[in-house]
C-alpha cells in the first residue's frame, strides 16, 4: 500500500460491544452514527463531490486528461473556489468534528492539485445524470429554504449545470468530436439535445426544459427555484461556437 495523499479521513461510528483498538492515536475519528452522516453529507454535498464534477464537466470540454493539470487553470481553480468557498460554506452541513473550510481549503490548495493522484476528469464525468441532485440539488434546496439567502444569487453552480449541458453535444471547445463517459441516462439526455448546434443558439429553442424541469435529476425543478432561464442563458454563452466555453469562463471568473 502505497499513499499518495498526504491528507487522510477515517471517521469511524464508535459502537464496539467487545471493545476496540486504540485507533484514535493513530489519527482514526470516533463519533456517533449521526456525526458520521454529517461528516458524509459535507463532504458529498459541499466540500469535494461538487467541485470534483465541476472540474470534470469543464475538464473534459477543455481538453484536459488529469484533475491536477486543472488546478493549474486560473478559470477552474477560480470555479471550484467559487463553488465550495462562496456558494457551498453558507448552507454546508458542520458535523463538528472536521471543520468544513479547512476541508474545502485542503481539498483546493493539497489534494486536487496533487500529481501523484493521476484522477482523470473522464472517469469522474462517468454516471453524472446520477450525481446531480446529490451533489448540487441539496445546496440549491437549502438556498431556497432559507430566509437569509436568495436562490436565484447562485452563479456558478447554475454555471456548472449549464456546462454539463454543453459537455452533453459531445463537442469540446474546439468544436471537435468528443467522447463521452458512461451514463444510464445517456441515450435519452443526449436525444433532447440533438437539435442544437454549436455556433447556432437559435437551435436551443426548448430544447433544455425537459432536462432543468427533471426533479429526478436534480431533485427539484430548477425553473420553478428561478435557475432555470438562467442556466439556459449561460448555456447561449457556451454553444456560442469555438472557444465559447473558454470564453464563458473567463467572463464570469
Known sequence: FVNAEGPQYLVIE???PNGRMELEFAGVLFTDRETV???????VCTCLNPLHTALAVYGCL?????????MKDPELKKLVEKIGYEEGLPVVINP????????????????????FIPDMPQRIATDTSQKMAIRFGETIKEYSKRSDLNVTDLKYIPLVI??????????DDQGQPMALSS?????????YLSKIKLGNIETLGDNLKPILS????????????????????????????????????RKYL
Open 14 to 16: 464508535d459502537d464496539f
Open 37 to 43: 452522516n454529517k461528516v458524509e453529507k459535507m463532504k
Open 62 to 70: 477543455l481538453g484536459y486528461n488529469l484533475i491536477a493539470d486543472e
Open 96 to 115: 463538528g468534528i472536521v471543520n468544513p473550510a479547512a476541508f474545502i481549503k485542503e481539498v483546493i490548495e493539497q489534494r486536487l492539485p496533487n500529481p
Open 162 to 171: 449549464a456546462g454539463w449541458c454543453r459537455y452533453l453535444l459531445a463537442v
Open 183 to 191: 451514463d444510464p441516462m445517456l441515450e435519452v439526455l443526449m436525444t
Open 214 to 249: 427533471n426533479e429526478t435529476l436534480f431533485g427539484l425543478n430548477l425553473y420553478e427555484v428561478g435557475l432555470g432561464e438562467k442556466i439556459e442563458d449561460y448555456f447561449k454563452e457556451l454553444i456560442a461556437g469555438k472557444n465559447a466555453v473558454r470564453n464563458t469562463l
